[in-house]
T-cell receptor, first 115, second 113 residues
Framework: DVKVTQSSRYLVKRTGEKVFLECVQDMDHENMFWYRQDPGLGLRLIYFSYDVKMKEKGDIPEGYSVSREKKERFSLILESASTNQTSMYLC??????????????FGPGTRLTVL | AQSVTQLDSQVPVFEEAPVELRCNYSSSVSVYLFWYVQYPNQGLQLLLKYLSGSTLVKGINGFEAEFNKSQTSFHLRKPSVHISDTAEYFCAVSDSGNTPLVFGKGTRLSVIA
């Protein structure tokens, strides 16, 4: 089974802090994604990556950056956390090609609160 | 760009009754379609997917969905729901070209005893 893990289930930070959210997958997937989930808005794509050291902006990249130094790890960085970044953050991964293309596998999520 | 509309934000239904959760997507030449379920305080879990072939797709937990190209719909159905089906359900679509999924805003299914 594909396993996607996220470093924290719950996180509380203060305004202005630099925040790192880590995601690791163990199925050698090429693609990795970061979403935020807010009530009534569904999932919104922040950034994604098709390969090591590659990144693409999603729909709401402002205030975020990412890092992918190794294939299995994709980090989301909030350079200076703000209260409007309080949200549930979900990481996902998928294969680049094959019968399972585009099927995304999700981690359990990190609920971030910025005070 | 693709878009997905889930027509109902909340669906209450009595236990053992049938349910249909509606999903429409914007038109494209070919698409991949997905339904995911999210139980409280958990990540998303794949229920079923349509990539090609038969338009009726069966998934886990007794759910099924029908791909209707002419109506650009992919509605999710279950003939008899359980209390344990209470969750949020997300429809998603991709352009079948290794593009990120586009998600709907979700439908909260509440099963009442």
């Amino acid at each position: 089974d594909v396993k996607v893990t996220q470093s924290s289930r719950y996180l509380v930070k203060r305004t202005g802090e630099k925040v790192f959210l880590e995601c690791v997958q163990d199925m050698d997937h090429e693609n990795m994604f970061w979403y935020r989930q807010d009530p009534g808005l569904g999932l919104r794509l922040i950034y994604f990556s098709y390969d090591v050291k590659m990144k693409e902006k999603g729909d709401i990249p402002e205030g975020y950056s990412v890092s992918r130094e190794k294939k299995e790890r994709f980090s989301l960085i909030l350079e200076s956390a703000s209260t409007n970044q309080t949200s549930m953050y979900l990481c996902a991964s998928s294969l680049w090609e094959g019968a399972d293309t585009d099927t995304q596998y999700f981690g359990p999520g990190t609920r971030l609160t910025v005070l | 760009a693709q878009s997905v509309t889930q027509l109902d934000s909340q669906v209450p239904v009595f236990e053992e009754a049938p349910v249909e959760l509606r999903c429409n997507y914007s038109s494209s030449v070919s698409v991949y379609l997905f339904w995911y379920v999210q139980y409280p305080n958990q990540g998303l879990q794949l229920l079923l997917k349509y990539l090609s072939g038969s338009t009726l797709v069966k998934g886990i937990n007794g759910f099924e969905a029908e791909f209707n190209k002419s109506q650009t719909s992919f509605h999710l159905r279950k003939p008899s729901v359980h209390i344990s089906d209470t969750a949020e359900y997300f429809c998603a679509v991709s352009d079948s070209g290794n593009t990120p999924l586009v998600f709907g805003k979700g439908t909260r299914l509440s099963v009442i005893a």
